[in-house]
């Protein structure tokens, strides 16, 4: 039995070793593309999945080593190995290809090319199996069914049947399916700004952002629960991944929300509701405003500067829900130890790596270009004081944990990409969109409300990037049909994508942080769900008033932003049954008709409901304490 635990034991720790090889070698050959973009998109693409999908089978073995069954774990390593061996085989073969013979789109491509074409599809499915799940394995599968066999179904869904051939050479042999948009996204621009976020983390820059939330807000009522919000919205925005952030921050967090009060499943709906919402906050927003912007062809500027507003109402609409939940439990603020000055004074410096990517993006500085200046920045930052500099090592570990962390993002794209190929050779988007608007009787509100229930469905089993990018090719149209603006359409899309990390019965971030608070994981996803009802509440203000100023007018734009501000106490309050002091029904109905009335009629009749719920607010302010209020 030692013998047996030794030999899985040194295989294991042969291919860790490898493994973190192969991981800050990606990161130095991103940085030097990024820096020298001398390979071609057909040949730098291929290479990228190829290093990825190695990094997946090396990272996520089918059968865990601790298993008593050595011979059969061995076999496994034995065949992913040969997996890798296959799929870099394949991609040699893709890279090499003649693009500028023209030939084989008279005559097809050859048997070897075929071959190598389906070897990839199969290493990426198997590899996409091990990092995202079979859900998306199964859609990639569904939708390539579809282009293989669609001549085969009813009138109203058919298309054209196409051959193994055809389909290879558009999925593969080309910049469309595998290798479209989706992939050179992120091997590109998220790769980097995953790596600035890895290096945030190992210089200590993350704690300091954590420390600094805590010293601002934790003295006020409820206060590590606002310091957990405060410090998600910080650093969600950079790690590109709401589960991650859960798991960062919550770390801290939660085990100081319990130990004030807050129960635990509440702890673990706070932390889930704020570290989602760092994935629409800026300046990063995660990996999918990037393909937003890809897909738009809208500078990633203007999307930031649009995107800016509304990250701030949906972190003001969660402090407030925190607030008001404080005050139902009696909760009150915490001892801070050190004061946001001292915190200032030790972490300043980490400031400085995000104000200069910030800028650079509003100037509309190439994103990968900017994405590397902010490692660079965020390094030569961290050696300026003796007490954040890192030694060699710590570098390396920066630069594996950024390959590593873009292994499962790089895979979804990919398999996200055959989805969008398949709609684009098909066009099955186009009846997609004519169901959609069929099914919502023609009416903008019934639209959102299947897009948003569709949203959570593919959320279930995709990560946030993918699920934007399947339900944009297919719902994004059909919004443009209402006459929404081409951004602004995007913009609700991206929104409502986020929302299954907070809503049951599978919300990812919720989960893992209950984990951390040791609550129910179903009963931390409805506090989660109810924390974020900006993902909701937002989007739908988006389509129905002017949040994105960019597809209206400005002063359109500044009721929009005051109004929904509005809907955020009026729903809230008619939701937690108070604001400064306990409303009563009647109170509480009134608040939840104003807030319907802000969302469904034009600016001048939201005005009047805004005064209103205004009217509504000052007298609950004045009214006296009470021992029940």
């Known amino acids: 039995m030692t013998k047996s635990k030794s030999l899985n034991q040194t295989m294991t720790e042969g291919l860790v070793w490898l493994a973190a090889i192969f991981a800050v070698g990606l990161s130095v050959f991103q940085v030097w593309q990024g820096l020298q973009p001398t390979l071609s998109a057909p040949v730098f693409r291929p290479i990228h999945l190829a290093w990825i999908i190695t990094l997946a089978f090396l990272l996520y073995p089918v059968i865990k080593p601790e298993t008593k069954l050595t011979g059969l774990y061995l076999v496994s390593r034995v065949v992913d190995i040969a997996l890798i061996v296959a799929t870099c085989w394949a991609t040699y073969q893709i890279s090499i290809f003649d693009y500028d013979d023209i030939s084989f789109l008279l005559d097809g491509l050859q048997p070897i090319d075929q071959l190598a074409g389906v070897i990839l599809v199969i290493s990426l499915l198997e590899a996409t199996r091990r990092t995202v799940g079979f859900v998306m394995v199964f859609i990639a599968a569904l939708f390539l069914a579809y282009a293989f066999f669609g001549d085969a179904l009813p009138a109203g869904i058919a298309s054209k049947g196409f051959s193994l051939e055809e389909v290879i050479r558009f999925h593969i042999f080309s910049t469309n399916g595998v290798f479209g948009a989706p992939l050179a996204i992120a091997a590109g621009v998220v790769f980097i700004f995953v790596l600035f976020g890895a290096f945030l983390q190992v210089t200590g820059a993350g704690q300091f952002f954590i420390d600094a939330a805590f010293a601002v807000a934790g003295k006020y009522r409820g206060g590590p629960a606002k310091a957990s919000v405060l410090a998600s919205a910080a650093l969600g925005s950079i790690s590109g991944s709401a589960i ?18 807050y129960k635990p499943e509440q702890a673990a709906g706070i932390e889930a509701a704020a570290s989602t919402g760092g994935q629409i906050m800026p300046p990063v927003m995660g990996a999918g405003a990037f393909v937003m912007a890809q897909f738009t062809g809208i500078p990633y500027s203007d999307i930031l500067l649009v995107s800016i507003a509304p990250a701030i109402l949906y972190f003001a609409s969660t402090l407030l829900y925190v607030h008001l939940m404080a005050c139902k439990l009696g909760l009150e603020g915490m001892t801070v130890e050190e004061k946001i000055g001292m915190v200032m004074k030790k972490g300043w410096h980490f400031l400085v790596p995000l104000v200069f990517i910030t800028t650079l993006l509003l100037l509309s500085y190439s994103p990968v270009l900017v994405g590397i200046a902010g490692c660079a920045a965020i390094l030569i930052a961290a050696m300026l004081r003796k007490h954040s500099r890192i030694s060699f090592p710590v570098f390396l570990q920066g630069l594996k944990e950024g390959a590593i962390s873009a292994v499962p993002i790089s895979i979804a794209c990919a398999t996200a990409g055959i989805v969008v190929g398949v709609v684009g050779q098909t066009g099955i988007g186009l009846q997609f969109t004519q169901f959609l608007i069929a099914l919502s009787g023609g009416y903008l509100w019934s ?45 609700i899309v991206f929104w409502l994508s986020q929302t299954s990390n907070v809503t049951p019965p599978i919300a990812l971030a919720a989960f893992a ?5 040791g609550a129910s994981p179903m009963r931390s996803a409805i506090q989660a769900f109810k924390l974020a009802q900006g993902f909701f509440i937002i989007p739908a203000m988006m389509a129905f008033s002017g949040l994105i100023w960019i597809d209206g007018e400005l002063t359109h734009f500044f009721i929009g932003v005051i109004t929904t501000l509005g809907l955020i106490f009026a729903f809230a309050g008619g939701i937690e049954g108070r604001l400064t002091h306990k409303l009563n029904m009647g109170e509480r109905s009134l608040l939840l008709l104003l807030a319907l009335g802000i969302l469904f009629t034009d600016d001048i009749y939201r005005l009047v409901c805004l005064v209103i719920v205004a009217g509504i607010m000052l007298l609950n302010a004045k009214r006296p304490q009470t021992a029940t209020s």
């Open 244 to 261: 991650a952030n859960t798991v960062t921050t919550g770390a801290l967090t939660i085990p100081m929300m319990k130990r004030l009060g």
């Open 447 to 491: 639209a959102l409300a299947l897009i948003a229930v569709a949203a959570v469905i593919l959320g279930m089993g995709l990560p946030v990037t993918a699920a934007y990018i399947v339900l944009s090719v297919m719902a994004v149209p059909a919004l443009n049909d209402f006459g929404l603006g081409l951004l602004t359409a995007h913009m």
């Open 513 to 517: 942080g209950a984990g951390i608070a």
